[in-house]
């Protein structure tokens, strides 16, 4: 039979709308407006989870984002699944499960409990001191570790949901919707600033919502009726957009917050398709106004951690909001008039209170009074030394506890209870105020971290700010916005407050018991099962630093971030070391407040939105012959076009000796293009080139090498002068931006007086690469107004033309050794040039090649992949192309570190060729060259950097880096592999042509 | 996320630009006549500075310009932005 716990109704709860839904596979009812924890709890279930170490039950601590314990898996086995998903935020539907986490078989029954029972082995560190020895074992200890632990599963199937971005500018951003919140967005909005309200829950309000205490007026009315008029008046205001379901889960620099809007999670499945799940806020706020209200604290007493126990304020919100009573026999336990509040509450429902226990000596406000007129007994000087119950709270023994607080005398007093308030003050939630790099201040007072400044661009307003009482925060809110907003009137000028609030507290961060520290369990970090004795532990131990103590105890390092023990934590490292707890500082306060889904940070980034990739305007062809694809920089490139199910080796033997027998064609269109202009043209390539350009006639091209200012080499291509004042150059693929980015600093900071400028034209144009003996006959078919003569047309030379109207660009340059031709005409016509090429060449057995055939022609030629062959250590001397570094000129980019003393050496790594005494055995790109096999250990000199089978020269040929190679020509080394040791000789780096005679063939 | 002031196009957010490292180191004039030593103080060394810092910066997704930012490193208050040839405020 389940108790059903509703009392009267609430107006939050629509009793006409009952809804059922599974927790641990048991079906239960509740009402629309429902969390699941005020559900769970209305059917009497507060057994929700067992904790991370012990595994002790654990029931619901609180009625928010704070909670600690009643974590659960919602929609366990399903797509839409999700771990760590805080009880108290899962607003239930029809047909919602969820189940506890960390437990096996079930959380009633929990093997991982007997850690409960061992846990004088468990101390703080028990993983760093028992697993360090042997290191080797490591690993078999992780996979036992990994599998007891663990909060919730990840789901294993595709997430069905559609997740979104949207970037949001505003005048003035308003975090919280509780009563400072909604009066400063009100104001703010009719004072024409563009404001956005945004709350975490599914209602407006906060606590004052549901604040029916009739000793606090506001205008003669209830702070609730009060509230909610004012609410109603937000409808109509202007400038005010209000967002619910909307948890700010970062504050930045420079008012950039984060925020998750919540849009389907709380929709019956059937609701949910085709709807964006969350949104994420990119929120650029010109002012943001913190409103983000306090957070009640538990107290620190021997096993404070039994389902059952929660906070006070918790237990009220659940009678006045949700009408649901927590427990049939309630005992509050508190350090201040926030539990007498809750008790009336409880009183005024009709649901019975035995006691309050009060740490403080008396309190004689009129909330107390009223509660003594109730009837309720308390015990004042009292603590609470035990409880008991193992999944349930059924009982508490409280003793007198001495003057100075340290610990209890007199005899112990046994009340039988299922439902305990705990009330240890308030802490500010100054979460997100720290996040923004703004300093906190501890009140010595009050005992809290305050906001210590509100600077131009924000401010702390209510209970975040530290005022508790209804008075304090309106009269300060209203100068706070008057200073801050730069306004003269405000609403709040004429409100008329009235109240009865004491805030007398006593402070006490660690509670006695009759028994030593060391024989209880007062629990500091719930989630993590950080108890008091681990963080006094860890000071034995040595620790100091707030930040070690939290590492080696993991308190405040749950899902959960310690929001409501880290005070604590501080409080008794304070008084354990004897500091204050300013002097001490917090740990850091780390986005997200509540946690993400990946879904809302990637939003529509996924699939084949991931990354950005770019196509060449030839791609299409590509794809219709059947080409496979690699990925270049962001450009999906052409890689090789099988035949008939060729393997990719297959395809690329025929395709290089294609190129060299007759005419292949490859789409270089993806190479960088920037286009150069300017008076100094000249002038700035020869000083960022390694050579000379000053010579280079109007229509020539001349291949160049860049180098960075460290000597080492960057990029390289061909420029082309198309006239006395215009280059176009080109540049690695994957080079092209940092290219352009590189040239555009030289130009804009160290040679402003030189006349240039630089546009990249990589997208404007579409190049084919015409390569082979019949390349000419080709071009000759498409052109046959262009004299190709060696004379007119000669290697390293350009000529505009026209293939019927289309205007191109042509360059008879080389990066295969062929007589070829890079065709380059406006991007739109690059398919129909492509075309035209292909029923040209068909005569010729024209055979389109990707970039792999392109690799392993240029290998043969021995030519330098930047990036492939260099690795930002190489030096032109050290790829033996001093060929290409002018002696006369006086200055170029990285010339001066060309003479270093250690770009000098000759035992830098150099490039060679590399030839395997086998001719059929292709090396490992990467493997690791040595001169010696029976040496231990032994010198790597080197690595292979490109290797291929040669169909043209039928032998395996490579290209490598080794030390001191330019003096090893024709030496035997060593490339050791797994299962062999491959015999090679070190060789020219150029296998094919060697004189070039086929540029002109 | 900082919100950057380019001197040619206002307001816009930090992933528009890239980071330049120190500002107002020249590259010598005549590196030829510069030591090892020399070279390598201007080739490598900068300064890392827990406070008030310049440095250079690039609209690299905006207008392409380069431009002085002095930025305070410990808690990335902007003090000033000016224009690469302009003189360093005070």
Known sequence: MIKNLRVKSSEYIDETNRISFKFNGKTYHGFKGDTLASALLANDVHLVGRSFKYHRPRGIMTSGSEEPNAIVQVNPGTNRTEPNVRATEVEIYEGLEASSQNCWPSVEFDIGGINNFLSPFFPAGFYYKTFMWPA????????????????????????????????????VLVVGAGISGILAAKNAAKNNFKTLLVDEKNELGGSTIFENNKFNKIDNKTPSEWLKKEIEELKNIKNLEIKTRTSVAAYHQYNYLLARENLTDHLEAKDKTNKIRQRLLKIRAKKVILATGALERPLIFNNNDRPGIMLSSAIKKYSEFYGVACGSKNVFFTNNDSAYESALSLYNKGINVEAIIDIREQSESKIVKK???????????????????????????????????????????????????????????????????????????????????????????????????????????????????????????????????????????????????????????????????????????????????????????????GKLGNMHALGIIADTAGVKMGELGTTTFRPPYTPLTFGTIVGRNVGKFFDIFRRTPINDWHVENKAEFENVGQWKRAWYYPINGETMHQAVQRESKAARESAGILDASTLGKIDIQGSDASEFLNRVYTNAWSKLAVGKCRYGLMLNEDGMVYDDGVTTRLGENHYIMTTTTGGAANVLGKLEDYLQTEWPELDVYLTSVTDHYATASLCGPNSKNILKKIIPDLDLSDENFPHMSFKEAHIGNIQCRIMRISFTGEHSYEINVQASYGKDLWEKCIEAGKEFNITPYGTETMHLLRAEKGFIIVGQDTDGTMTPIDLQMDWIVSKKKYDFIGKRSLYRSDTMREDRKQLVGLLTDDPNIVLEEGAQIVSELNQSPVEMLGHVTSSYFSPNLKKSIALAVVRGGKDMMGKKLFVPMENKNINVTVANPVFYDEKNERLNA | MFLINCPYCGERDQQEFKAGGEAHIERPKQPTELSDDEWAEYLFMRKNIKGVQFERWNHAHGCRKWFNMVRDTSNDEIKAIYKMGEKPPA
């Open chain 1, 136 to 171: 080797s074992f490591w690993e078999k200890y992780e996979f036992f570790i990994r599998h007891s632990a663990g909060l919730g599963k990840s789901p294993t199937s595709n997430d069905p949901d559609i997740y979104d971005h949207r970037n949001i500018h505003c005048d």
């Open chain 1, 371 to 561: 509660v003594k007129e109730a009837g309720i007994k308390v015990y004042w000087s009292h603590t609470i030394v035990d409880t008991a119950g193992y999944k349930r709270l059924n009982g508490i023994s409280i003793m007198k506890l001495s003057n100075d607080g340290t610990s209890v005398t007199g005899s112990k007093i046994s009340i039988s209870c299922d439902c305990l308030g705990v009330a240890g003050g308030w802490t500010p939630a100054v979460h997100l105020y720290t996040q923004s790099g703004s300093k906190l201040k501890f009140d010595e007072e009050k005992q809290i971290f305050l906001p210590n400044q509100n600077t131009s661009q924000q401010i702390s307003v209510g209970s975040c700010g530290g005022d508790f009482k209804i008075d304090e925060i309106i009269k300060n809110l209203n100068q706070k916005l008057k200073d801050n907003l730069n306004i003269k009137e405000t609403d709040l000028d004429n409100i008329k407050v009235e109240i009865d609030q004491e805030n007398s507290k006593r402070n006490i961060w660690l509670l006695p018991s009759d028994k030593p520290l060391g024989k209880t369990k007062p629990f500091v970090d719930y989630q993590n099962d950080a108890t008091a004795k681990d963080i006094k532990l860890a000071l034995r131990e040595g620790f100091r630093s707030i930040e070690h103590v939290k590492r080696y105890t993991t308190t405040g390092m749950g899902t959960d971030q």
